[in-house]
T-cell receptor, first 117, second 115 residues
Framework: AQKITQTQPGMFVQEKEAVTLDCTYD???????LFWYKQPSSGEMIFLIY??????QNATEGRYSLNFQKARKSANLVISASQLGDSAMYFC??????????????FGTGTSLTVIP | DAGITQSPRHKVTETGTPVTLRCHQT?????MYWYRQDPGHGLRLIHY???????DKGEVSDGYSVSRSKTEDFLLTLESATSSQTSVYFC??????????????FGPGTRLLVL
């Protein structure tokens, strides 16, 4: 089974609007972390935001917030007030914190976001 | 920025030739990883290392081998390159431990074309 599922291959959003990128995950480990990365056309991977499985509050970093619904195993990324520079691929990832898992990160297939002026 | 470099950054090679990609870090991280990125697949783990001479296979390890003789260097070898190994290869380091929100840090990537 896929550890991370991103069901939206491509998304469009109008500049200055908010957009939600979906991510669901699968784990039986009670301790895990969820991450979002941005990959612009230049190719580098940029860390955006982190949510721990025991965190009570949804994580926020500037215009990025993570809508964490533990029971549904979803960790959607919300980008508020979209800017043209937000056009990029976005990857959701998970790390299980159990000793012996090799500290592996599992990545989704990504969502390509295009911001329309 | 985390101190991670990859070399070469671009390579064109022919089917059947061996290829070695190098990842070098200056952060003294214990964990290092090699991923490949292909359209529609996201990032897939090839091999990872949890210390000098300690390595393990990832999801797509067939056709690849790795070595780590020093903390700072993690080498990925394609023993006999095939066209299916045309991809972008990313090295990553960290996080330093199991707890907390420490992210992985990625190198700039290597574009490999196997003709």
């Amino acid at each position: 089974a896929q550890k991370i599922t991103q069901t939206q291959p491509g998304m469009f959003v109008q500049e200055k609007e908010a957009v939600t990128l979906d991510c669901t995950y699968d784990t039986s480990d009670p301790s895990y972390g969820l991450f979002w990365y941005k990959q612009p056309s230049s190719g580098e991977m940029i860390f955006l935001i982190y949510q721990g499985s025991y965190d009570q509050q949804n994580a926020t970093e500037g215009r990025y917030s993570l809508n964490f619904q533990k029971a549904r195993k979803s960790a959607n990324l919300v980008i508020s007030a979209s800017q043209l520079g937000d056009s990029a691929m976005y990857f959701c990832a998970m790390r299980e914190a159990t000793e012996g898992t090799g500290n592996q990160f599992y990545f989704g297939t990504g969502t390509s976001l295009t911001v329309i002026p | 920025d985390a101190g991670i470099t990859q070399s070469p950054r671009h390579k064109v090679t022919e089917t059947g030739t061996p290829v070695t990609l190098r990842c070098h870090q200056t952060e003294n991280h214990r964990y290092m990883y090699w991923y490949r990125q292909d359209p529609g697949h996201g990032l897939r783990l090839i091999h990872y290392s949890y210390g000098v001479k300690d390595t393990d296979k990832g999801e797509v390890s067939d056709g690849y081998s790795v070595s780590r003789s020093k903390t700072e260097d993690f080498l990925l070898t394609l023993e006999s390159a095939t066209s299916s190994q045309t991809s972008v290869y990313f090295c990553a380091i960290g996080p330093p431990g199991l707890a907390g929100g420490e992210t992985q840090y990625f190198g700039p990537g290597t574009r490999l074309l196997v003709l």
